[in-house]
């Protein structure tokens, strides 16, 4: 199992970046996929998910500025993220679970990209 993310990098504020994260070696298309992020010092926190059936939904920080999609033919997901602001400065983590009648049955993380953005 792999999950591989990238498009992260130093952006000013105001600016957009995309991530993508590639799966492989499991059912993409069945597992619910999220975008989470960690600044250092704190907490990974969710910023966005998408389920199997294409449901989103997005952390209130970020709402109106992120979308969140996935791509099951290219067994990828993506976060274009918009209108970038400092305090979304951060490790962008891809993760990949699912879940059956309440029951995590496998749960994937990526290695992380950094977003850093500047005032």
């Known amino acids: 199992v792999q999950l591989v993310e990238s498009g992260g990098g130093l952006v000013q504020a105001g600016g957009s970046l995309r991530l993508s994260c590639a799966a492989s070696?499991?059912?993409?298309?069945?597992?619910?996929m999220g975008w989470y992020r960690q600044a250092p010092g704190k907490q990974r926190d969710l910023v966005a998910a998408?389920?199997?059936?294409?449901?989103?939904n997005y952390a209130d920080s970020v709402k109106g500025r992120f979308t969140i999609s996935r791509d099951n033919a290219k067994n990828t997901v993506y976060l274009q993220m918009n209108d970038l602001k400092p305090e979304d400065t951060a490790v962008y983590y891809c993760?990949?679970?699912?879940?059956?009648?309440?029951?995590?049955?496998?749960?994937?993380w990526g290695q992380g990209t950094q977003v850093t953005v500047s005032s």
């Open positions: 998408i389920t199997s059936g294409g449901t989103t």
């Open positions: 993760n990949a679970k699912l879940e059956f009648r309440g029951a995590t049955l496998s749960d994937y």
């Open positions: 070696g499991f059912s993409f298309s069945s597992y619910y």
